[in-house]
């Protein structure tokens, strides 16, 4: 006989006979497999929720539940199951809608010992074929999956692209996933998604987390079944039904910085170690991308700052111009929320706005607080200033998209603009915008050379040159806010 730890797996025998089940029992135990036995299909739901079985080999014909609605009802599980249907009143009919539900073969009563295991040998082979192909195919999604959330830069969604990664590949009922604050101390649940209130309460609430990952130290991960739960109440309480809760950690630079906890309250699923180690991985891999959107955000907090010390730097050259270029990126971003143009847009408008006169530092600061008009030269001189923009935003790989914006600000629509005289559709759109928002702002900002306009001029003179020096969409979308851009002077964008 077969020593336990070469079974061959667990088969369930569903039969209303006693005298069935101990025979197909004897004979699969001696060639080493593991059986369970039931005497109607509403006992052999039980046992398959207690211990999932490998193959079930179920009569047909059976009071409480037959075969058929057992097989109906097994279909509807989480779980996959290879089944076999046995009857003692086969007919091609009945055969051939066992297969339709879902059976894998049949066998008809009285059946010599030799077919038996024949039928079980190959569903087995069927079965642990269905296992590899899944987690196969479970392996290439992960790997999609992965690469997709890997190409994200915002933690934000990284985070949450992995949660429903869990939740759907892992088959869970509930995740929660949480990550360490900047000390590595203190360790909340960052997103938590579960069916009913009173879970997500409790997981947020009643899970000791930073004890959670300090149990994972030193671990790739662990699975905890129904029965074993009870062993790590100190740290997971108050949460019930749990059937089965698998635990992944997340590490970065080998320091364990999170955790995702999977959780299964569906009775008979349980997680298994293959899921565990294909998880682990997409969790692995999302580890770096967290760790690389975090160097990221700091990179654009920089960036921020190198754009607010170079808009300050301006304003302190050019004394007339203080606060202009603040003015100008909330003019232009409230003109681009009137043409609802997207988040990546307005970011860089944002950006673009405050260094959009940023050339002006290559500028002779005498040109800059002249009194009185330019000469041609000086005028010629202070043309360049768009040209200088760019090249000192080129070379700065985070701000090579800005120094083509702030390069074509002073292009006109109809093609008579600076330095390239480009026309219409061949200037970028955010550069129209900064257009508009520029001369609105200096027509109504007081100047070396001249006084401020009042509102209903500088309208005017917008709405005049529409056609000729602005793009008529980004005028049509400055009319709709102009109220807006006088009366708060300090709208949120």
């Known amino acids: 006989m077969i020593s336990g730890n070469e079974q061959k797996g667990i088969v369930l025998v569903v039969d209303d006979e006693a005298i069935v089940r101990d025979i197909i029992s ?3 135990v001696e060639v080493g497999y593991r059986v369970h036995t039931a005497e109607n299909g509403m006992e052999a ?7 999932p ?24 599980l989480k779980n996959r199951f290879t089944t076999v249907m046995m009857t003692g009143f086969a007919t091609v009919e009945s055969a051939v809608e066992a297969i339709k539900q879902g059976a894998y073969d049949y066998i008809m009563k009285p059946f010599q010992f030799a077919d038996l295991l024949r039928v079980v040998e190959h569903a087995m082979e069927k079965q642990y074929l269905l296992k590899e192909n899944l987690e196969l195919k479970e392996t290439m999604t992960l790997y999609d999956i992965s690469q997709a959330i890997s190409s994200n830069l915002n933690q934000e969604v990284i985070l949450s692209m992995l949660v429903d990664a869990l939740m759907k590949e892992g088959d869970a009922d509930a995740v929660a996933l949480c990550l360490s604050d900047i000390t590595q101390e203190i360790i909340t649940p960052d997103i938590i998604r579960a069916p009913d209130k009173d879970m997500r309460s409790a997981l947020a609430q009643k899970v000791k987390w930073d004890g959670v990952l300090k149990m994972l130290n030193g671990k790739e991960g662990m699975i905890i079944q129904r029965d074993d739960i009870a062993g790590i109440s100190d740290v997971v309480n108050g949460i019930d039904g749990i059937e089965s809760l698998m635990l992944l950690p997340m590490i970065i630079k080998d320091k364990p910085v999170g955790v995702a906890a999977l959780l299964s309250t569906t009775r008979g699923y349980r997680f298994t170690e293959g899921s565990r180690k294909a998880l682990s991985i ?27 010390s170079f808009a300050r730097t301006l304003d302190a050259k050019d004394k007339y111009a203080s606060g202009h270029s603040e003015r100008v990126t909330r003019y232009s971003l409230m003109i ?35 009194k009185g008009a330019l000469d041609w030269d000086e005028y010629e001189e202070t043309k360049l200033h768009p040209v ?7 070379p700065i790989e985070q701000f090579q998209h800005l120094a083509e914006i702030i390069y074509y600000h002073h292009e006109r629509y109809d093609g008579g603009g600076y330095p390239e005289g480009i026309s219409g559709e061949n200037i970028p759109l955010l550069s129209r915008i900064i257009a508009v928002a520029d001369a609105f702002d200096a027509m109504t900002s007081t100047r070396s050379y001249r006084e401020k306009l009042n509102l209903e001029k500088a309208v005017q003179e917008i709405q005049s040159n529409s056609g000729s020096q602005f793009d008529p969409k980004v005028v049509d979308a400055f009319l709709e806010v102009v109220d807006r851009l006088v009366v708060d002077e300090n709208p949120a964008i």
Do not use: C, W
């Open 26 to 28: 004897d004979v699969l």
């Open 336 to 370: 681009a929320h009137q043409m609802n143009l997207s988040r990546e847009d307005t970011d860089a408008l944002a950006q673009a706005g405050l260094l959009h006169d940023i050339g002006k530092i290559g500028i002779s600061e005498f040109l800059l607080n002249k």
């Open 53 to 76: 079985p490998d193959l079930i080999i179920t009569d047909m014909k059976m009071p409480k539940m037959g075969g058929m609605e057992l097989l109906h009802e097994i279909n509807r």
């Open 45 to 51: 739901l039980e046992k398959i929720k207690d211990e």
């Open 282 to 308: 997409l969790v692995n891999n999302v580890s770096v991308a967290v760790e690389n959107a975090r160097l990221y955000e700091d990179i654009v907090d920089i960036l921020e700052d190198t754009v607010n």
């Open 388 to 394: 200088i923009g760019r090249d000192i935003l080129a």
